[in-house]
C-alpha cells in the first residue's frame, strides 16, 4: 500500500516562496513518476508538474519558470519549489502517482495561501 502525504503548504505574500514535500510510503517510490497537481476554489483540479523515475520533468507553460519538482529517491520524497508566488496560484496541492497496478494514489492535500 503506497500513501501519499504533502507538507509545507502556508500562507505567504506574493514574491514568496515555498516548497511542499510529498513523502512516499512503500518500497517503489524509486520506479514511479510523480505528479503535483493543484486545485483553486471555483476551478478544476489542474497538473502543475511532472517527474520520471529518471528524473525527466515536465511542467505546465505558465508555471515552469517560476515552479521545479524534484524527487529524492532515498527519501522517498518528492518536492515542489515555488518561487515568485502570485496570488492567483491560491490552491489546495495534491501529490499523485499511479501505480504498476494501474491504480491511483492521492495525497491529502496543502493548502496553499498568496495574499497581495
Known amino acids: 500500500q503506497v500513501e501519499l502525504v504533502e507538507s509545507g503548504g502556508g500562507s505567504v505574500q506574493a514574491g514568496g516562496s515555498l516548497r511542499l514535500s510529498c513523502a512516499t510510503s512503500?518500497?517503489?517510490?524509486?520506479?514511479?513518476?510523480m505528479r503535483w497537481y493543484r486545485q483553486a476554489p471555483g476551478k478544476q483540479r489542474e497538473l502543475v508538474a511532472s517527474?520520471?523515475?529518471?528524473?525527466?520533468?515536465t511542467y505546465a507553460d505558465s508555471l515552469k519558470d517560476r515552479f521545479t519538482i524534484s524527487r529524492d529517491n532515498a527519501k522517498n520524497t518528492a518536492y515542489l519549489q515555488m518561487m515568485s508566488l502570485k496570488p492567483e496560484d491560491t490552491a489546495v496541492y495534491y501529490c499523485?502517482?499511479?501505480?504498476?497496478?494501474?491504480?491511483?494514489?492521492w495525497g491529502q492535500g496543502t493548502l496553499v495561501t498568496v495574499s497581495s
Open positions: 512503500g518500497d517503489i517510490f524509486r520506479y514511479i513518476t
Open positions: 499523485n502517482t499511479r501505480l504498476p497496478s494501474g491504480l491511483q494514489r
Open positions: 517527474i520520471t523515475p529518471g528524473d525527466v520533468t
